[in-house]
């Protein structure tokens, strides 16, 4: 069994920047991939970001694409993701998740076997 815990979520005016982190317990990942998803107000969950973690290789979503940045530090088993040029629709609960499955970059939600509970993120204008 995996446990997933976010934290770093909070409010930020647009423009500013935070840091999620996700810290994993239970299993040391040495295969599979962790990523980020996320669900705005009156939304469904969304991808976001993946990091496949025995290569680091990432792959995000086109709407935060070179402004997020998802990295992972293995000796800690958590994983991050840095968010700059933040803007108000970036408003939601960000989830971290692990996948088990053999995929390059999963991002569909039922390729994701672990789910953290998720922490808010408001980015205010």
């Known amino acids: 069994q995996v446990q997933l815990v976010e934290s770093g979520g909070g409010l930020v005016q647009a423009g500013g920047s935070l840091r999620l982190s996700c810290a994993a317990s239970g299993r040391t990942f040495r295969s599979g991939a962790m990523g980020w998803f996320r669900r705005a107000p009156g939304k469904e969950r969304e991808f976001v970001a993946v990091l496949r973690w025995s290569v680091a290789s990432t792959y995000y979503a086109d709407s935060v694409k070179g402004r997020f940045t998802i990295s992972r530090n293995t000796a800690k088993n958590t994983l991050y993701l840095q968010m700059n040029s933040l803007k108000p629709e970036d408003t939601a609960v960000y989830y971290c998740?692990?996948?088990?499955?053999?995929?390059?970059?999963?991002?569909?939600?039922?390729?994701?076997?672990?789910w953290g509970q998720g922490t808010q993120v408001t980015v205010s204008s």
């Open positions: 998740a692990a996948s088990t499955s053999g995929g390059i970059a999963p991002s569909r939600l039922n390729e994701y076997d672990y």
